[in-house]
């Protein structure tokens, strides 16, 4: 079920008087009330006026607005955590969080290609000492796996298929595993994972991107 309504129409974060103007009458109530709240309780600057809107919070630096019109296939991959985590997202309702990080991919063919690279312990092992470290070891990822020397990806080199088409085949493996119901998603991506591992093709793409990034 969805969980939040979020006031955007094709490439506008939409204010009230923008939902008043669409037709969203119920919308534009909606938004006037929590405008009104806003402007009452939010920092101000010496004149009294707001430091800022709440179509500018709401759209903080873009990060709602530069995601409209929504791509049909994106690569999605969590900016924390002890292990790299990527996946391809092809349903246009959903929106990307401050939690992810998220590109646009052409096909589905380069979007594999990117998982592939992007969740291979090749490329995890030669991120990690650019990695801060905390009590845990190492766990943000941020913008670091761009740091690696990865070639856009191209349909007429053979490795670049090959990738695709094992991220393919891992993806039909992942299928198969029974996840436990209720376990937290760590045991269930560790149940994945060692499939993976188990049928050969997490190595097949460690070695795949190992010659990748070697050039």
Request: with cysteine; aromatic share 6%; glycine share 6%.
């Amino acid at each position: 079920a969805p969980l939040c309504v979020v006031p955007v129409r094709e490439r506008e974060v939409l204010t009230s008087r923008g939902a008043a103007e669409g037709g969203f009458r119920h919308l534009a109530a909606w938004l006037r009330d929590a405008e009104a709240k806003w402007s009452a309780h939010c920092a101000k600057r010496a004149d009294g006026t707001p430091r800022m809107t709440l179509v500018e919070q709401i759209d903080y630096m873009r990060k709602l607005s530069a995601q409209l019109p929504v791509a049909a296939t994106r690569v999605v991959y969590a900016k924390a955590g002890t292990l790299f985590a990527a996946t391809t997202l092809t349903d246009i309702r959903v929106l990307v969080d401050h939690m992810a990080y998220w590109a646009a991919a052409r096909s589905a063919a380069e979007a594999r290609y990117l998982c592939a690279v992007l969740n291979s312990d090749t490329a995890r092992l030669r991120i990690a000492p650019m990695q801060a470290k905390g009590q845990g070891g190492a766990r943000h990822f941020d913008n670091l796996i761009w740091e690696l020397r990865i070639p856009e990806y191209d349909r007429r080199e053979a490795l670049h298929r090959d990738l695709a088409a094992a991220a393919a085949a891992a993806e039909q493996v992942a299928a198969t595993v029974t996840l436990p119901e209720g376990a937290h998603f760590t045991r269930q991506r560790r149940a994945i994972r060692d499939a993976l591992i188990g049928n050969g093709i997490a190595a097949r793409i460690d070695a795949l991107v190992a010659r990748l990034l070697d050039g």
